[in-house]
């Protein structure tokens, strides 16, 4: 069973940084197509934040775009988060997500979410 690790997060000042991390296990026979994060606010709809593919391609959510980048480390079955700039919209549960593949059928995974503050 694929499991997601999350850890990070925390609490900052308009303005300051954090970074997330993600490691997945229990891969054994599996592809990792894309892994990321999506965030949900209170009364909000969940929205991909960043994402990452096998092949490093990046995505990312308009509003965070120059801000926040992701990187991946293959080998260890990790992506990362490094936000900066961070503005009190910003503030959500961050939840690590990925896609992975086994016998040509994908599977979605995420993991259980952590809290990102940002308020002065």
């Known amino acids: 069973q694929v499991q997601l690790v999350g850890s990070g997060g925390g609490m900052v000042q308009p303005g300051g940084s954090l970074s997330l991390s993600c490691a997945a296990s229990g891969t054994d026979g599996f592809i990792i197509n894309t892994m990321g994060w999506y965030r949900q606010a209170p009364g909000k709809q969940r929205e991909l934040v960043a994402q990452i593919t096998r092949s490093r391609i990046t995505n990312y959510l308009d509003s965070v775009k120059g801000r926040f980048t992701i990187s991946g480390d293959n080998a260890k079955n990790t992506v990362y988060l490094q936000m900066n700039s961070l503005k009190p919209e910003d503030t959500a549960v961050y939840y690590c997500?990925?896609?992975?593949?086994?016998?040509?059928?994908?599977?979605?995974?995420w993991g259980q979410g952590t809290q990102v503050t940002v308020s002065s």
């Open positions: 997500h990925a896609v992975v593949t086994r016998l040509s059928r994908a599977y979605d995974y």
